[in-house]
C-alpha cells in the first residue's frame, strides 16, 4: 500500500496560482512579496474545490495583497504558545494537557494561520526534542491528555506517526490523545485503512478536523472521513469565523449541519486570532455573537460549536459569554476573563 506521507509535497510558487488562473499576472510582484513572509502550499484536492478565483475556498489558500498589512495589535505568536514551553516542542498552557508540536509541516498553509510565523520552517520535532517532550509528559502525571498538533500530525508518514503514538501509549497516567488535523479535508487520500488502524491503536485518540466551509467537504473528503468514523475514531471539528468566508448564518449552518450528517460533531467556533497580515478575515466580536444567536435559533444543540477566543499573549481560550466577556468602556472594547479570574482586555480591530 502506498504511503501517500512519504510522496513529496512541493511548495506552491505564485506562478503556479497565476498560470491555474487563481491570481492575476498584475499581482505577481506583491505575491512574491507575499510568499517571503508566509509560506503557500494548495493541494490538488483544494485546487479542485475551488470553483471561482477568491472563493470561500480560495480565500481561504491563495494569497493576497492585504497580507501585507500588519496592524498594531497583531502578534507573531498570537496565542503565546512560547510562554508555557517548558522544553521545546511542547506547550504546557492548562494543568492536565499539553500541546505537542509533532511537526512544523502541513499540507496547505491557511492565509488566517495563527502559526504562520512558524509552519513549514522544519519538518518533524528532532528525535533529541521529542524524546524531551515525552520525558517531561511522563514526569507529569497532572498530564491525562496530549494534543498533536504543529503543522499537521497527519503530514507524518506512518511510521513516524505509530512510533510517537506508541510511545505515548507507554505513558500509564495519559487518558487521551487528540490530533489536529486538515488532512482528511484537504488531502484526504491519505486516510488508509493503514492509518485508521495506527490510530484505533492508540490511547483513545481523537480526531479534530479542521474545516471552515461546506465547498471543502468534497466527495473524497466526505469519504475519508467516513473512513475514520467507520473505524471507531471519534471525530470533532473545529473552524475558524473568516470575514467573506463563512461569517453567515446560512454558511455556518450548512458547515454545521453537513459536518453532524457526517458523524462530526462541531465543537470549536475560533474567533480569528491576532496573527500578522490576518486583519481582512477578522470579523468583530459583536458580529460573531450575533451569529451564534442566529445558529442557537435555527440549529440543534447537537451542532452547535462552541465560541471561543484565545485570549492574547497566552492568557488561555474561554467562551464568548456573558460569563467571560462584558462591554468596556466604548463601541468594541472588551474586558474578558480568563479561567483564572484574570481580567484583560480585547479591542475589535474595527473599533481603531
Same mark, same amino acid.
Given at each position: 500500500?502506498?504511503?501517500?506521507? /512519504?510522496?513529496?509535497?512541493?511548495?506552491?510558487?505564485?506562478?503556479?496560482?497565476? /498560470?491555474? $488562473?487563481?491570481?492575476?499576472?498584475?499581482?505577481?510582484?506583491?505575491?512574491?512579496?507575499?510568499?517571503?513572509?508566509?509560506?503557500?502550499?494548495?493541494?490538488?484536492?483544494? /485546487?479542485?474545490?475551488?470553483?471561482?478565483?477568491?472563493?470561500?475556498?480560495?480565500?481561504?489558500?491563495?494569497? @493576497?495583497?492585504? %497580507?501585507?498589512?500588519?496592524?498594531?495589535?497583531?502578534?507573531?505568536?498570537?496565542?503565546?504558545?512560547?510562554?508555557?514551553?517548558?522544553?521545546?516542542?511542547?506547550?504546557? /498552557?492548562?494543568?492536565?494537557?499539553?500541546?505537542? =508540536? +509533532?511537526?512544523?509541516?502541513?499540507?496547505?498553509?491557511?492565509? *488566517?494561520? *495563527?502559526?504562520?510565523?512558524?509552519?513549514? %520552517?522544519?519538518?518533524?520535532?528532532?528525535?533529541?526534542?521529542?524524546?524531551?517532550?515525552?520525558?517531561?509528559?511522563?514526569?507529569?502525571?497532572?498530564?491525562?491528555?496530549? +494534543?498533536?498538533?504543529?503543522?499537521?500530525?497527519?503530514?507524518?508518514?506512518?511510521?513516524?506517526?505509530? @512510533?510517537?503514538?506508541?510511545?505515548? @501509549?507507554?505513558?500509564?497516567?495519559?487518558?487521551?490523545?487528540?490530533?489536529?488535523? &486538515?488532512?482528511?479535508?484537504? #488531502?484526504?487520500?491519505?486516510?488508509?485503512?493503514?492509518?485508521? !488502524?495506527?490510530?484505533?491503536? #492508540?490511547?483513545?485518540?481523537? +480526531?479534530?478536523?479542521?474545516?471552515? =466551509?461546506?465547498?471543502?467537504?468534497?466527495?473524497? #473528503?466526505?469519504?475519508? +472521513?467516513?473512513?475514520?468514523?467507520?473505524?471507531?475514531?471519534?471525530?470533532?471539528?473545529?473552524?475558524?469565523?473568516?470575514?467573506?468566508?463563512?461569517?453567515?448564518?446560512?454558511?455556518?449552518?450548512?458547515?454545521?449541519? #453537513?459536518?453532524?450528517?457526517?458523524?462530526?460533531?462541531?465543537?470549536?467556533?475560533? =474567533?480569528?486570532?491576532?496573527?500578522?497580515?490576518?486583519? !481582512?478575515? &477578522?470579523?468583530?466580536?459583536?458580529?460573531?455573537?450575533?451569529?451564534?444567536?442566529?445558529?442557537? &435559533?435555527?440549529?440543534?444543540?447537537?451542532?452547535?460549536?462552541?465560541?471561543?477566543?484565545?485570549?492574547?499573549?497566552?492568557?488561555?481560550?474561554?467562551?464568548?459569554?456573558?460569563?467571560? *466577556?462584558?462591554?468596556?468602556?466604548?463601541? $468594541? =472594547?472588551?474586558?474578558?476573563?480568563?479561567?483564572?479570574?484574570?481580567? !484583560?482586555?480585547?479591542?475589535?480591530?474595527?473599533?481603531?
Amino acid at each position: 500500500m502506498t504511503d501517500h506521507s /512519504r510522496q513529496p509535497r512541493a511548495r506552491t510558487r505564485v506562478y503556479d496560482l497565476e /498560470r491555474d $488562473g487563481l491570481t492575476a499576472p498584475e499581482a505577481r510582484a506583491d505575491l512574491e512579496r507575499v510568499a517571503e513572509e508566509f509560506r503557500i502550499r494548495v493541494t490538488p484536492e483544494m /485546487r479542485g474545490a475551488i470553483a471561482e478565483p477568491a472563493d470561500p475556498v480560495a480565500a481561504q489558500f491563495v494569497p @493576497s495583497a492585504k %497580507e501585507l498589512t500588519t496592524r498594531p495589535e497583531e502578534l507573531e505568536d498570537p496565542i503565546g504558545d512560547d510562554a508555557h514551553s517548558p522544553v521545546p516542542g511542547l506547550t504546557h /498552557r492548562y494543568p492536565d494537557r499539553v500541546i505537542l =508540536h +509533532i511537526t512544523k509541516t502541513c499540507d496547505v498553509y491557511c492565509r *488566517f494561520c *495563527f502559526r504562520r510565523e512558524t509552519v513549514g %520552517e522544519t519538518g518533524p520535532l528532532p528525535e533529541d526534542q521529542l524524546t524531551a517532550a515525552l520525558d517531561y509528559i511522563a514526569a507529569t502525571p497532572a498530564i491525562r491528555e496530549v +494534543i498533536l498538533t504543529g503543522g499537521d500530525p497527519l503530514t507524518l508518514s506512518t511510521r513516524r506517526l505509530a @512510533s510517537v503514538l506508541e510511545r505515548l @501509549s507507554t505513558i500509564p497516567h495519559l487518558d487521551q490523545i487528540r490530533l489536529h488535523t &486538515r488532512v482528511p479535508v484537504v #488531502a484526504p487520500e491519505r486516510i488508509t485503512d493503514t492509518l485508521c !488502524h495506527i490510530l484505533r491503536a #492508540a490511547p483513545t485518540a481523537w +480526531i479534530v478536523l479542521h474545516t471552515n =466551509h461546506a465547498q471543502e467537504l468534497t466527495p473524497t #473528503a466526505r469519504t475519508a +472521513i467516513a473512513r475514520l468514523v467507520d473505524h471507531g475514531i471519534p471525530m470533532l471539528s473545529q473552524t475558524v469565523l473568516l470575514r467573506g468566508i463563512n461569517d453567515s448564518a446560512d454558511a455556518l449552518e450548512t458547515l454545521l449541519r #453537513a459536518l453532524t450528517k457526517l458523524r462530526v460533531k462541531p465543537y470549536y467556533l475560533h =474567533h480569528c486570532d491576532l496573527a500578522r497580515g490576518t486583519s !481582512h478575515f &477578522r470579523t468583530t466580536i459583536t458580529e460573531g455573537r450575533t451569529l451564534m444567536a442566529e445558529l442557537r &435559533r435555527r440549529c440543534s444543540g447537537t451542532m452547535l460549536p462552541n465560541y471561543v477566543l484565545d485570549i492574547p499573549g497566552g492568557h488561555g481560550k474561554v467562551p464568548i459569554t456573558a460569563d467571560h *466577556f462584558t462591554q468596556g468602556d466604548s463601541p $468594541g =472594547h472588551w474586558r474578558v476573563t480568563d479561567r483564572n479570574g484574570r481580567t !484583560h482586555d480585547y479591542r475589535d480591530p474595527a473599533t481603531r
